[in-house]
């Protein structure tokens, strides 16, 4: 793969080559922190309608405005992307009703139990 592609495919430009399209209905999402590395996503573009994705927009706004040149992006530690995306993808009605703070202070109390797990073996 050129190096020109590479570029491309990591700062989610508009248009690809026809061998790297994304199937209709998906968009690429750059998640993580501005000072971070970021890692690029394939989405299916129903999930921006979902409250928590919409929340996850809110927070990215602060960090990144709402003007910026490539794929959308998402200001969160990428391992709670992770979280949140097996979440909507699990298709429990109750992830329609779900906080986003409440699921952050979730994940992040679970975060401790592993590290602190981890360090007991």
Request: hydrophobic fraction near 40%; glycine fraction near 6%.
């Amino acid at each position: 793969m050129s190096t020109l592609v590479k570029k491309l495919l990591f700062c989610g430009a508009k248009s690809f080559p026809s061998d790297v399209e994304l199937p209709e209905g998906h968009i690429w999402v750059c998640v993580g922190a501005e000072n971070e590395e970021t890692q690029r996503f394939e989405l299916e573009t129903n999930y921006l309608n979902h409250p928590l994705f919409e929340d996850l927009l809110r927070l990215s706004v602060q960090e990144f405005g709402y003007s910026y040149a490539g794929a959308l992006r998402i200001a969160c530690d990428i391992d709670f992307f992770l979280h949140v995306l097996h979440l909507l993808r699990s298709s429990n009605p109750r992830v329609h009703y779900m906080e986003l703070n409440d699921i952050m202070d979730s994940f992040n109390a679970g975060s401790r139990q592993r590290e602190i797990g981890c360090h007991h073996k």
